[in-house]
């Protein structure tokens, strides 16, 4: 669906957003940002000195991504998509039948409770040990796959708030090419790979992806050191 | 209306036991009674009004219901409401709050301070496995040293809850809600912590004891959490199975 980029007539709304450009997590905000039309200013932190302004709005955590709406803090991506989507209602990513959006909040938190940690331990790990969370991802995305089955988007016909979560797919493609490993392939999740398609077909999923050279070096040169495993 | 893969259809269910009268809604809970994640769910049936058939499970031998209802996770709580099931305990917290709108609200209405409650839930979510499993372990499993550091690091765990409730009377403000529902399991336990650990919370984090009492207050809370004794024995039973006592 395409942006609709909005003038809002009344008093002029301040939107912040403290990311990294590499972060899978400040990127699904400003896809979501970016869905809704929301003009904003993009804040790039740097995590090993970290802003005052950044310590300020997230205190507890103090990590990104923080969204500061006209100077009041809302920190963890998937707190800040449903503020963003009870705040700007057009374009909407949740459901609106409760059942329907349990079942987005339910996926969305079973892909950072354990998608997102295996996908890191595999790109931390070498030989059996690799083999051994390549196998578990893979089932997790079989999981995935059945919940998907033949919708277009997890979200329907358009990206919803599931497909923004899962924007970590695409982070383990990254990883799975720039460390040779093969966990998500065509021939093993053909239902997965062409939602994986459509989604990074998708014009503004695209725009806010990381620029995939500069992606591919980065995921090297942190976890580099792993022994591919085939 | 999307179907997910894993809904046992509804004509299961109700062979499964009930006589599902028409109109009625249906609540069942899969549930622990010594659960923290099972007692935020009672809590938020109970401040509804709602009346729901509970299920004790055994978590040593699970129902073939509760891993049909959580294939993915095979956990209590299960919330099947007419038939569809409803896992992770905040997620059910808030569909109760969704669909029974009406009555009580749990969550405010205002977006930011949504995300708020949201994010303190969420913190509370983080700490509670390392509250319960961890520290709180080691404060009724081990002794020495080992025994000594749980116990501080779980006190420090509470001062900080300390510190963000400061003097409101709830973590959101002047009403009972979501981070209270939240958090307030936890405080069932607090006798069996105290008495393995010897310290006393009301000492330790007086507003935050107060807090509890002030929750213990409210009906929907009393009637939700395990007795603060049944809690000590199965403990106490805990340790004998593997051998302390």
Known sequence: MAAISLQTETMAEEVKLFGTWASVFSR??????KLKGVQFEYIEENLSNKSPALLKYNPVHKKIPVLVHNGK?????????????????????LPTDPY??????????????????????????????QKGVIEEIQKQLKTLESELKEKKFFGGESLGFVDIAANTIVWLVVA??????????????????????????????????????????????????????? | MLKNSFLCSSSRVSIASLTVVAMADEIILLD????????????????KGL???????????????????????????????NGKPICESLMIVQYIDEVWKDKSP?????????????????????????????????????????????????????????????????????????????????????????????????DECPNLMAWAKRCGQKESVSSSLADPHKVHGFVMEMRKRLGID
């Open chain 1, 73 to 93: 803090p809302v920190a963890e991506s998937l707190v800040i998509l449903e503020y963003i989507d009870e705040t700007w209602k057009h374009n909407p990513i």
């Open chain 1, 100 to 129: 329907e959006k349990a079942m987005a909040r339910f996926w969305a938190k079973y892909i950072d409770d354990k998608l997102l940690p295996a996908a890191i331990k595999v790109a931390m790990s070498k030989g059996e040990e």
């Open chain 2, 51 to 81: 009346k729901y058939e509970y299920r004790e499970e055994n978590l040593w031998n699970k129902s073939r219901l509760l891993l049909e209802m959580n294939p993915v996770h095979k956990k209590v709580p299960v919330l099947i409401h």
């Open chain 2, 106 to 202: 749990l969550l405010p209405s205002d977006p930011y301070q949504r995300a708020q409650a949201r994010f303190w839930a969420d913190y509370v979510d983080k700490k509670v496995p390392q509250l319960y499993h961890e520290l709180g372990k080691k404060i009724w499993y081990t002794k020495g040293e080992e025994h000594e550091a749980g116990k501080k690091e779980f006190i420090e765990c509470l001062k900080f809850f300390e510190g963000e409730l400061g003097e409101k009377p709830y973590f959101g403000g002047e009403n009972f809600g979501f981070e209270d529902v939240a958090l307030v399991p936890l405080s069932c336990w607090f006798y069996t912590y105290e008495s393995f650990g010897n310290f006393s919370v009301e």
């Open chain 1, 176 to 230: 799975q090419e720039a460390l040779g490993m093969e966990i998500l392939t065509e021939e093993k999740f053909p239902v997965l790979h062409g939602w994986y398609q459509r989604l990074v077909d998708d014009a503004v999923f695209k725009e806010c992806m990381p620029p995939r050279e500069q992606h591919l070096s980065f995921v090297k040169v942190r976890f580099g050191s792993s022994t591919p495993s085939k």
């Open chain 2, 32 to 47: 622990f009674w010594a659960s923290h994640f099972g007692m935020r769910v009672r809590i938020a049936l109970a401040e």
């Open chain 1, 28 to 33: 699904r905000i400003e896809v979501a940002l």
